[in-house]
C-alpha cells in the first residue's frame, strides 16, 4: 500500500509540475513536447529508482538512485512553491484583477522560474548537507544513577541505510567519528541497511572496528530485509543483537542495565519470535536500577514511561529530513528529533545518519550523539 501511494504521489506531482511549469509557461507544441518528454523520462527515473532498491547491486544502482531521488526532492520542493503561487492566481481573482492571457503568461513564468530557483537551491544545499554528519553531545542526569556511573557515554547511530546511497567507506566514516569520541557503549538503534545480508554484507564489515562494546536493535527497514539474517550475522561483526532482553554493565556494586526491544511493526513481518516486549526486556531488574532503553520508534515512549524507563534512546523520524514535508511524521510520532521527557522517562531522539528516498537533508542536519549520563551532584543538564 505504501509503494502504491508513494508512486501515485510522483505520478500527480509530475502532472501536476506539467501543467505549471511547461504548459504554462510555453506556447509552441514543439516546446511543450519536449518539457513533457524530460518529466517522463525523469519521473521514470524515480519510479525505476523506488522500484529497484532490492533488485539491483548497490554499486550498480547508485547513479539511477541518486539521479532519481535528487529530481524527486526538486520536484516535491517545486510544487510546494507553485501551490503557493496557487495563492496569488486566487488573490487576483479574488480582487477582481483576473489576468489577461499575456499576463497570465507572464505570471506563470515567474512563478514557474521561481519554484525552479527555490527547488534547485534547497536541494543542492540539502544535498550537501546530508553528507555532513555531525557530533552532536548532550548531557543528562538520571535519578537513579549510581555515581561510580557518572560520565559513562553512549554514542547513538540510527538510520544508516546501507544500500545504493550509503556504501561500506559511509559507514566506515561513522566508524571512525564514534571511535575519536571514546564512548562507553555504542547504540545503533535499528534501520542499519536496506538489503539483504547476501547483498549489503560486506558494506556492514566496518562495525567491526568499534571500540566500545555495540547494541543493535530492529528498525522497520530490517523486516524488509531479512531481518532474521541479520540478526545472525551481525554478532560475527561484534555488534550485541538485543531482542527483548538486556544487559547489565556493573562497575564495583553499581549496575546499569541497556535493554533493547524488537521494533513494534516486528509482529507484522510473521517473523517467527520477533515483535516488541518491553517485559521481557525488563524482567527481573531492580526497581532502583536504571535502565536505559534502545528501540527504534520514539512512539514507544508512552510504554516505556509507564514502566519506569529511565533513558529511551530512538530514531526513525530522520529529524523530519526534507522540512517542511516531512513533519508529517509527527501525526506518528511524538517528537522528531532531540531530548524530551515524558514523565520520569528522557526521551532522545536521534536524526540519524543516512537518509530515505532523496538523499537530501533540510532543515535535519545528520548526527551521531553522544549521551553523557550523570548522577546526582556528578553536572548540570538541560534538554539542549
Known sequence: MFAVLTLLLVVVTHVYLYRRAVHDVFDGRRARRIGATVIVLLGLAVAAAFTTQRALDPGAARPLHTAGYLWLAVVLYATCVLVVGE?????????????????????SRVLAGTAAVVALGTVTYGAVAARR?????????????DPAFDGFTIAAISD?????????ADLAGFVATINAAAPDAVAIVGDLVDGDVATLGPYAEPLRDLQAPAYFVTGNHEYYSGAAQWVEHLPTL???VLRNERVTVRRGGA?????????RTAARFDVPGHGFDLDAALAGRGPDEPV???????????????????LQISGHTHGGQLWPLT????????VLAGLTRVGRTWLYVTRGVGFWGPPVRVGSPPEITVLT???????TVGPG
Do not use: S
Not at 87 to 106: H, K, N, Q
Open 87 to 107: 495563492l496569488v492566481r486566487l488573490g487576483l481573482r479574488a480582487a477582481g484583477r483576473a489576468p489577461d492571457p499575456e499576463r497570465r503568461r507572464f505570471l
Open 255 to 263: 549496575v546499569l542495565h541497556i535493554a533493547g526491544c524488537d521494533d
Open 373 to 379: 549520563l550523570r548522577a546526582r551532584g556528578g553536572g
Open 238 to 240: 561484534g555488534v550485541r
Open 133 to 145: 554528519v555531525r557530533t552532536e553531545r548532550r548531557e543528562l542526569l538520571l535519578d537513579r544513577l
Open 327 to 334: 513533519t508529517v511524521a509527527l501525526i506518528d510520532q511524538p
Open 292 to 310: 536505559v532503553l534502545l528501540t527504534h520508534q520514539p512512539v514507544m515512549v508512552d510504554q516505556a514511561a509507564r514502566a519506569d524507563v529511565d
Open 160 to 168: 544508516v541505510h546501507l544500500g545504493p546511497l550509503v556504501g561500506r
